[in-house]
């Protein structure tokens, strides 16, 4: 079906971290495909969410939260992030209601003078805060700087106004083909959900006592005639103590971990899942640019 007026794009979600861009990537593509988690910087690769209609398809590129890098793996999570602003037909820069603008703000804000294309300032969490304090919220970012294409106020988490910042951006795409079939709505292979599925189950069950130094390597997915997935997978620390808390007493926080991250996989797959998890020490690994390779963190992946 060839339809001249479809209109296609890539669209970067660019915001310090925890302001909602997994949550409103979620909202729009209707499934969970961005690890989300109250942890602050848990997005650390660019994950596509893909929203497709009869009219137009948005390809969202959801960076992670910009930060100043501090190691190897920062450095290469900015770069990515900042690679993305300059491939893009628009930019939603995604604050929070709910927060102050802060220095993550300002940093981002000096990017975006570069930025060519049309930037959407996506007021998010307007759910938190009264409506007679959004005109003060968005002044903090008018301030002659960069250029804004529009500013849109939603809640990503109960959906409010989302549908009105979607029209808006397809509005302004170039018409162009459809990137990806309807079904699709991440480019990332099974394996790279699957290892951030296990990865968020980590984070939510073990919150403070695990820093970000986690990764997930998924080593084997296999399909079995009898319609069963077998996963096993290595959950990647730096140092010992990590490991202990992941096991748990009586390896009772991995088998949780497992069970949740395998229910989320069987949803994924729609098969049974048998999961195996095993917890593995790489003592510095992040910054170990040559490994960073190896667990997923590739720079020029599409
Ligand atoms: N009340 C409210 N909470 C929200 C809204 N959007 C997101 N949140 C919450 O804010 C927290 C952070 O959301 P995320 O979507 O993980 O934020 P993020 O910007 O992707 O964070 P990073 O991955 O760290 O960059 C979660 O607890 C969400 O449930 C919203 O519209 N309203």
Request: hydrophobic letters at 40%.
């Amino acid at each position: 079906m060839d339809n001249p007026n479809f209109k296609s794009g890539f669209v970067a979600l660019i915001g310090r971290p925890n302001v909602g861009k997994s949550t409103l990537l979620n909202y729009v593509v209707g499934q969970k495909v961005a690890i989300m988690s109250n942890v602050a910087q848990t997005t650390r690769n660019k994950i596509q969410g893909i929203y497709t209609t009869d009219e137009a398809q948005i390809v969202f590129i959801d960076t992670p939260g910009v930060h100043k890098p501090q190691t190897k793996l920062g450095d290469f999570m900015e770069r990515s992030t900042l690679s993305a602003l300059d491939e893009v037909d628009a930019v939603l820069y995604v604050v929070a209601a709910d927060e102050k603008r802060g220095p993550g703000d300002n940093f981002i804000m000096e990017r975006l003078k570069q930025v060519q294309k049309p930037i959407y300032l996506v007021v998010n969490k307007i759910d938190k805060v009264h409506p007679n304090k959004l005109p003060a919220i968005v002044k903090q970012f008018e301030d002659g700087t960069v250029k804004l294409a529009d500013v849109v106020p939603v809640s990503a988490l109960n959906g409010n106004n989302v549908n009105a910042l979607i029209n808006k951006l397809v509005d302004q795409l170039p018409n162009g083909p459809q990137y990806y079939p309807s079904d699709q709505i991440s480019d990332h292979p099974e394996r790279f959900v699957i290892a951030e599925m296990i990865r968020e189950k980590v984070f939510m069950l073990t919150r403070q006592e695990v820093p970000h130094s986690v990764a997930v390597d998924v080593m084997s997915v296999k399909r079995q005639d009898d319609e069963t997935v077998h996963i096993n997978a290595n959950i990647i620390v730096e140092r010992p103590g990590q490991k202990g808390i992941i096991i748990g007493k009586k390896g009772q926080m991995l088998k949780q971990i497992g069970t949740m991250a395998r229910k989320d996989i069987e949803h994924l797959l729609g098969d049974r899942v048998y999961l195996q998890l095993w917890v593995k020490v790489v003592p510095g690994w992040r910054d170990k640019s040559a490994m960073l390779k190896d667990y997923g963190y590739r720079s020029n992946d599409y």
